[in-house]
């Protein structure tokens, strides 16, 4: 087989300034370790996360041009609208500014406390959205999904047994809907396959509860399909995208991941008389319903990007570019989760470094090393995202999991950018013998990932 290229010529260059290892040296020291704290200019290769940062092709920025920003009714809404129905199929159509103000809107018209939504794994701003209202976020992947050698072709799957059993335990009426995200982000972007929804929604409909899907990846899900579920290997992408909606009520979506644009998002429904209740909520916060917290040019963006998302060239090229990175790490013996997800890998750093004990942090070790060592930004989901600090006591209690994230910026890099993140990888793996951990000397009560400053931990 011939090497998989990228499917597209480069039109507009943004330089990557070069920095020698003393300045990034210098420039950790500022940032208290925090890569959150670095400028974005002293990053060679920015993989912190695959929101938002996608290259926008030719035609997205001819629609840009193209965008009519007329407050009501304008023509960027009707293009935005028509390709919404085109691929996902839902009646009811309200654009929002991102995925989490789709959430909010949902989440307020549909829960209140008491209520309990489950999901396959609720992404964080879909958790705390719900948490908000009062209802609980219930997470039901199968077990597979929570392994991270554990190799499966659909690890972002439902238990449906689960959702069954959390049916009778907690009652129809306490469950406003149920959701499934596709990819499963929080579970390292692992598909969903197509029977596990079909599963789910013939479970959610005997009981007459909603199933929405968090949709934000949905193009890649439906291409994971293509290639590992028996049926659809002659199916066109956008026909797995169909049918795989065809089995819910509605959906939310962060046009920042497969809307292959740098801001936006939508909520369809089937529900006319929730989706009245929503436009309420829409004016309040967000916009007209005609714009939703965007511009026409954004909304242009968008309808352009939905389709590209789904061409079939660009799928292989950005599912073999993911599984690129994670074969070659994990050749080489580099712990990563398997398979290969489809918007990032994850290096299991506890297994990394087993001479760094949770609380040391040692996947805040190895994002300050790929920094070091390559310029490399990633982000760290273990301790210092999801560890727990008694206000009290000051005592730490570690996460499950202590990863590091490697997201891939849509249409951004090419092979010789990944193949540098290899050799980075493999270089700090090298001489994983040598690094030590880490303590905070600064961190916030919320979210203090963002935030927090460090220092080496010695001894
Ligand atoms: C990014 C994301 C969201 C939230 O979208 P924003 O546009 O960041 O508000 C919700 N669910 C999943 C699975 C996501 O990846």
Not at 333 to 347: D, E, S
């Amino acid at each position: 087989m011939r090497t998989i290229i990228e499917p597209f010529k480069i039109k507009a260059v943004e330089p990557i300034r070069m920095t020698t290892r003393a300045e990034r040296e210098a420039k950790l020291r500022d940032a208290g370790f925090n890569v959150f704290l670095l400028r974005a200019e002293d990053v060679l290769i920015d993989l912190l996360t695959d929101s938002g940062t996608a290259a926008m092709s030719s035609e997205q920025w001819a629609a840009v041009m193209r965008g009519d920003e007329s407050y009501a009714g304008s023509r960027s809404w009707y293009r935005f609208e028509q390709a919404v129905h085109e691929i996902f199929g839902f009646k009811h159509v309200l654009p929002t500014h991102q995925g989490r103000a789709a959430e909010r809107i949902l989440f307020s018209v549909l829960c209140q406390p008491g209520h309990v939504v489950p999901n396959n794994t609720h992404f964080d701003t879909t958790r705390a959205n719900i948490e908000f209202t009062g209802a609980e976020a219930r997470d039901l992947v199968i077990a597979e999904g929570r392994i991270p050698s554990a190799r499966h072709p659909f690890k972002g799957n439902m238990d449906v047994d689960q959702l069954r059993r959390l049916i009778d335990e907690v009652g129809r009426d306490r469950i406003p809907l149920c959701m499934l995200t596709v990819t499963n982000n929080s579970g390292g972007g692992q598909p969903v396959s197509m029977a596990n929804v079909r599963a789910v929604s013939q479970v959610c409909r005997e009981h007459g509860i909603p199933l929405y899907i968090d949709a934000c990846r949905f193009a890649e899900n439906a291409y994971f399909i293509k290639l590992r579920e028996d049926g659809y290997a002659d199916r066109r992408p956008i026909d797995i995208a169909r049918e795989l909606f065809s089995y819910a009520d509605g959906c939310t979506m962060s046009a920042k991941k497969d809307g292959l644009a740098n801001i936006g998002g939508l909520l369809a429904t089937n529900d006319g008389r929730l989706a009245s209740k929503e436009r309420n909520l829409l004016i309040l916060t967000e916009g007209f319903p005609t714009y939703g917290g965007m511009a026409g040019r954004d909304l242009d963006a968008i309808a352009v990007g939905l389709h590209e998302a789904l061409d079939e060239d660009y799928l292989v090229y950005r599912i073999r570019s993911t599984t690129y990175l994670g074969e070659h790490v994990s050749r080489a013996g580099v712990p990563i989760v398997q398979p290969p997800g489809g918007h990032a890998i994850y290096l299991d750093a506890a297994a990394f470094f087993p001479q760094i004990p949770p609380l040391q942090l040692p996947g805040q070790a190895l994002v300050v090393e790929l920094y070091r060592e390559a310029g490399i930004r990633a982000v760290e989901i273990g301790t210092v995202m999801f560890g727990r600090r008694n206000a009290q006591t000051g005592e730490e209690s570690p996460a499950p999991m202590e990863l590091v994230r490697l997201a891939i910026p849509r249409r951004v890099y090419t092979q010789s950018h990944i193949d540098y993140v290899v050799e980075a990888i493999l270089q700090v793996w090298e001489r994983r013998a040598d690094v030590r951990g880490y303590r905070f000397i600064e961190q916030a009560q919320l979210l203090r990932h963002f935030t927090a400053r460090f220092e080496e931990a010695r001894g």
